[in-house]
């Protein structure tokens, strides 16, 4: 594999990353609602879920789902139920006032915000088919282990930094403010996104 292709597979993945999706969207509302710590571990967990689809992808998982299309259904279902789980406990709870007394007990744990990156990342299997498509044409037989392995921490470094730079953004002063004043807005909004994400990937 030359250099030209990995750095192409680099900015091809930079750019899926960057691009609006549910880990993009919950890393955003996690650093408003429990800060830059929080954040900070749900982007190692959506950077975790994409180095497990891309090893899927390298490892021929695309053929799998192209020899038996109903699984690749049976996960966009599961995929999208998650999310609409998520989408509904946003929406359904956007009317409660934060209580900032309770502000230090707010975060979760390193673990639970991990594992929720992980699964927000894993609910949605299109990444599978899109690092399949990438590594077809630029990833030769007989590529070297190595290379295997810095391609998958490549894809674990722009998942994890981009999400991480989003829940920075969202987790300063200012932005946290404007949440609180207009917490049921911006909570029925982010619900309402995180719905039509699931229900866009169920459908397609």
Do not use: C
Not at 75 to 85: D, I, R, S, V
Not at 145 to 152: E, N, R, S
Not at 177 to 191: A, E, H, P
């Amino acid at each position: 594999m030359t250099l030209a292709a990995f750095l192409a597979v680099a900015l091809l993945h930079l750019m899926a990353a960057i691009s609006p999706g549910p880990a993009v969207l919950m890393a955003a509302r996690t650093g408003l609602t429990e800060g830059l710590r929080t954040g900070a571990f749900l982007a190692m967990g959506i950077g975790a879920g994409a180095v497990i689809w891309a090893a899927a992808a390298l490892f021929g998982l695309a053929l799998l789902f192209q020899a038996a299309p109903v699984l690749l259904w049976a996960l966009k279902l599961l995929g999208a139920a998650y999310l609409l789980h998520m989408a509904w406990g946003m929406w359904r709870n956007a009317d409660a006032p934060l209580d900032m007394s309770q502000a230090a007990q707010l975060p979760r744990s390193a673990s639970a915000a991990f594992r929720q990156g992980l699964l927000t990342q894993l609910a949605n299997p299109k990444p599978a088919v899109l690092f399949s498509a990438i590594f077809i044409g630029t990833v030769p037989p007989g590529t070297a282990p190595w290379v295997f392995a810095a391609l998958l921490l490549v894809v674990f470094l722009n998942e994890a930094l981009w999400n991480i730079l989003v829940a920075r953004i969202f987790s300063l002063d200012r932005t946290r403010t404007s949440y609180i004043n207009l917490k049921s807005v911006i909570d029925r909004s982010f619900g309402a996104l995180l719905a039509a994400l699931g229900l866009k990937i169920a459908a397609s």
